[in-house]
């Protein structure tokens, strides 16, 4: 006799990339075995793979989790863990310099309680793909997803950042003709990077600055002074610190 198939919800999620909704079912014990083994490796790349493998598992219909910003997979991984362990998690803040304190760290972290379902991926007004490097030269940036921030290691942070620039470049363009990813070789798009000046390459890095971003802000009251604060957290490994 078979043995009897539990019954597993549904829910909906928007990506925040494109406002898609989003089905996908809580992980079972076979996808937190999958997590518990990567975290334990603690390698940024078997972590990373395994988050992937655990989305793939969980979400319903076709979604090409290799191209999706790196935003878009960590908020699905916390709307995931949200309803497969619970919404609230106690993160601990470091000590933060406090005027109470003259200028000096609290002694006390403080432990707060987050609600996962609030937390957001926001997005700066000021944030967008097109830039124009100057008035006729421009290009379209990319996301970085997971496979492109998994080259980074091992290597220097400047290597590592020019790595990531390279591979976000989708375009440039001219007020006559455009050059899509694949039609310039490497040694190509170095040269057009290198002949930029500081200016120019600031706009590429306001790119960057301004991303969307998974954050979420608290206010608390310090365990060391007892003023009240008011801090933002970013980025998934913060959510589990």
């Known amino acids: ?6 019954n597993v ?3 909906e999620a928007i990506l925040p990339s494109t406002e898609k909704v989003i089905k996908y079912r809580p992980f079972l014990v076979k996808e937190e075995k999958i997590l518990l083994t990567a975290m334990e490796s603690e390698d940024d790349k078997v972590i990373n793979d395994s988050i992937k493998q655990i989305l793939r598992n969980c979400i319903q219909g ?26 609230k998690i106690t993160v601990g803040l470091k000590p933060f310099p406090c ?22 991926v926001k997005k ?3 944030h967008t793909s097109k830039i124009m490097i100057d008035d006729t030269v421009g290009i379209m940036m990319g996301y970085p997803d997971i496979s492109v921030l998994n080259t980074a290691k091992d290597k220097s942070e400047t290597e590592a950042g020019m790595d990531v620039i390279k591979k976000c470049i989708s375009m440039i363009f001219t007020s006559e003709e455009t050059h899509e990813k694949g039609s310039f070789t490497d040694s190509d798009l ?23 971003k998974l954050s979420h802000t608290v206010k608390y ?10 801090t933002t957290i970013e980025g998934l490994n ?3 610190g």
Do not use: H
């Open 124 to 126: 700066d007004e000021n």
């Open 9 to 11: 919800p549904v829910y």
């Open 221 to 230: 009251t310090c365990k060391t002074c007892g003023e009240e604060k008011e």
């Open 62 to 87: 076709n979604l090409d989790l290799d191209s999706l910003p790196t935003f878009d997979i960590e908020f699905l991984f916390l709307r995931l863990r949200a309803k497969s362990v619970g919404e």
């Open 190 to 212: 170095d040269e057009f990077i290198d002949s930029l000046n500081s200016e120019q390459f600031g706009k590429i890095k306001q790119f960057f600055d301004t991303i969307p």
């Open 238 to 240: 913060s959510f589990f």
């Open 99 to 120: 005027v109470q304190n003259e200028g000096e760290l609290c002694k006390f972290s403080t432990e707060v309680e987050i609600n996962l379902e609030e937390v957001k």
């Open 1 to 6: 006799m078979a043995l009897p198939k539990l």
